[in-house]
């Protein structure tokens, strides 16, 4: 795409954080950041004060800005969403819903919208989980995000239109939004950072897939440019970069310098844990669009640190 006009809703959370810096370092691309809160920094691109499920304010945005591209991330997270399961499914798919929308009647080239882990149920299979295998999600932001997938296939055959998804595992970053089972690993980097103890809510042995966020970002990057005009394309496609235990964390944190002191206290977030899978296969987002994460553990955690 040329002269792309992008809108980010959602755009303080960490994927709009870390998009927003990759975005603006481009040419001849213009970014319009919007959210339900205000930003506490200056942000590098043009911003809107604005809810997601408000389809006038959005269109109007849409109009005036002359949009052409659509980064959906508004959400309530997985731990967040277990507390209100109803306003969970509000946000989550009724504002895909004003979205996609709003992207078929003005004709909105192409849109990102991501997808989880999540959709697993505990009936899947934890190693190496498939691209494509039954799902029965335990928890609303499971069920909010398997529903829409289901929609991204239908509103593709019926509208035609271009929805282009991932399907993250947890993500490691700097920027701690809250909200999401996977956040003991960012919360425990920044202890260690700050020489303070962590108090660690997932059990020690609790194995989970990550993926540092410019990987996240780059997969973004290249499934938004590529061709599938030669053919067929799946509508979420998994990703992963490596998969970790809070002990492991707490080990490599260790050997590289920063004796962080870890304890354990397990809540509600170990059920939602256990039941997504420990591993998932990636192989189809590897074989369609070149897929290759370049951040390991090691290389994660220390661009975290400095």
Known sequence: MKNKRILITGALGQLGLALIRALSKQENTYVLATDINIPKDKLSVDFEHVNALNKNRLESLITKYEINCIYHFAAILSANGENNPFMSWDVNVNSFQVVVSLAIKHKIQRLFWPSSIAVYGRDKNPINAPQQVDMNPLTIYGVSKLASEKLIMYYHYKYNIDIRSLRLPGVLSSDLVGGGTTDYAIEMVQAAKNRIPYTCFLAPQTELPMVYIDDVIMAMQQLMEADFSTHQRTHSYNIMGFRLTPRKLENQLKKMGFPVVVNYNIDYRQQ?????????????????????????????VKRMLS
């Open 272 to 300: 939602i844990a256990e039941s997504w899978p420990q591993t998932i296969d990636d192989q189809l987002a590897k074989k369609d669009w070149g897929w290759t994460p370049k951040f390991d553990l090691k290389r994660s």
